[in-house]
C-alpha cells in the first residue's frame, strides 16, 4: 500500500506541475516580481497555496459541488478580472521608468499570490473537477495521504515559481531597455487579457 501511495504521490506530482507550468496571469506576475526578488516565486507560491489550503479542506468535507456553482463563478470572474486588469495596467504605466530598484507591481508576492489564485475562476474550476479525483485518490490512503498530497501539489506550485522568478533574477542583467518594455508589455498583456477573459466569461 505504501508503495501504491508514492506511485499517486508521482502522478499527482506530475499533474500538478502540468498544471502550474501552462503559462497563465500567475506566471505573468511572477516574472514582473521576479525582476527584483529572486525569491518572489516562493512567496507567491506560499501566497497561492494560502487559498488553495481551504479549497482542499471544502472538497474533503464535501463542498466541492459549490467550487462550481453559478453565483461563486461569477463573483470571481468579476472580481478576479478586474482585479487582473487593474495590475495590468499597473505594469504598463510603470514598465516606462526605470525598472532597476523598483516594484512594477505595487503588492508584495504574497499578496500577489493569493489574489492571482483567488481571483482565477478557473482554479476553482480545476479544484471542482481534476481536484476532486485527486483527493478522493489521497484520501483511500487516510488523512496521512490527504495531508501528503497536499503537501506535494503546493511543493509543486512554490518549486516552479520560484524557478522561474530565479531564472528572471539572474538574466535580468541581459535585459536591455527594450528587452525589459518587451517583457512587461507582454505580462501585461497576459494579465489584461485574463481579466477580460475572467470578466467575459461569467455571462457566457
Known amino acids: 500500500m505504501t508503495q501504491n501511495l508514492w506511485l499517486f504521490l508521482l502522478s499527482a ?17 511572477t516574472i514582473a516580481k521576479g525582476y527584483n526578488d529572486r525569491n518572489a516565486g516562493a512567496i507567491i507560491g506560499i501566497g497561492h497555496g494560502i487559498v488553495e489550503i481551504p479549497i482542499i479542506a471544502l472538497i474533503y468535507f464535501g463542498f466541492a ?6 453565483v461563486v463563478k461569477m463573483v470571481t470572474g468579476l472580481a478576479g478580472g478586474l482585479m487582473l486588469v487593474v495590475m495590468g495596467l499597473l505594469i504598463f504605466f510603470t514598465f516606462r521608468k526605470p525598472v532597476e ?6 503588492y ?6 493569493m489574489v492571482m489564485t483567488g481571483g482565477n475562476p478557473y482554479i476553482f474550476l480545476w479544484w471542482a473537477t481534476i481536484g476532486v479525483a485527486l483527493i478522493s485518490g489521497a484520501v483511500t490512503f487516510g488523512i496521512y495521504g490527504l495531508v501528503l498530497f497536499t503537501i506535494v501539489h503546493l511543493a509543486c506550485d512554490i518549486a516552479w515559481d520560484q524557478v522561474v522568478s530565479m531564472t528572471v533574477f539572474r538574466t ?33
Not at 508584495?108 to 499570490?113: A, F, K, N, R
Not at 535580468?172 to 507582454?186: A, C, D, E, G
Open 172 to 204: 535580468r542583467h541581459l535585459w536591455t531597455p527594450k528587452v525589459q518594455k518587451i517583457v512587461f508589455s507582454i505580462c501585461a498583456v497576459v494579465l489584461i487579457g485574463f481579466g477580460v477573459l475572467y470578466g467575459v466569461s461569467v455571462f457566457l
Open 101 to 106: 530598484g523598483a516594484s512594477v507591481m505595487p
Open 65 to 70: 459541488a459549490y467550487l462550481a456553482d453559478p
Open 108 to 113: 508584495s508576492p504574497l499578496v500577489t499570490g
Open 13 to 29: 506530482a506530475g499533474i500538478s506541475l502540468s498544471g502550474v507550468m501552462l503559462p497563465g496571469p500567475l506566471t505573468a506576475a
